[in-house]
Nanobody
Framework: QVQLVESGGGLVQAGGSLTLSCSTS????????MGWYRQPPGKQRKLVAG???????HYVNAVKGRFTISRDTAKNTVYLQMNNLKSDDSGVYYC??????????WGQGTQVAVSS
């Protein structure tokens, strides 16, 4: 069964931290580069961090040094540790395959709101 369930979002003050989790099915997780995408209100969804099946990670410049992506192969789960959050980090966060053209299905996402 296809599964993408994001969790861990919430309301946090600027400078605070959150850890997002994404529980996936093995069919999505096992052989793919996985990523976290962010969709600010009224804007397009864009990739902010990705991690290959070998554990190599990459980030957009805006989150480098603040976000850390990781994956737990045994649990088919992807995480995003977010530190020193800024108001621009607000939005709905989704996880999925990278690139998003490979995505067949999107989960409900998890909302992150950063108050300044």
């Amino acid at each position: 069964q296809v599964q993408l369930v994001e969790s861990g979002g919430g309301l946090v003050q600027a400078g605070g931290s959150l850890t997002l989790s994404c529980s996936t099915s093995a069919s999505i997780f096992s052989s793919n580069t996985m990523g976290w995408y962010r969709q600010p209100p009224g804007k397009q969804r864009k990739l902010v961090a990705g991690i290959t099946k070998f554990g190599d990670s990459h980030y957009v410049n805006a989150v480098k040094g603040r976000f850390t992506i990781s994956r737990d192969t045994a649990k088919n789960t992807v995480y995003l540790q977010m530190n020193n959050l800024k108001s621009d980090d607000s939005g709905v966060y989704y996880c999925n395959k990278v690139p998003d053209s490979l995505a067949d299905y999107w989960g409900q996402g998890t909302q992150v709101a950063v108050s300044s």
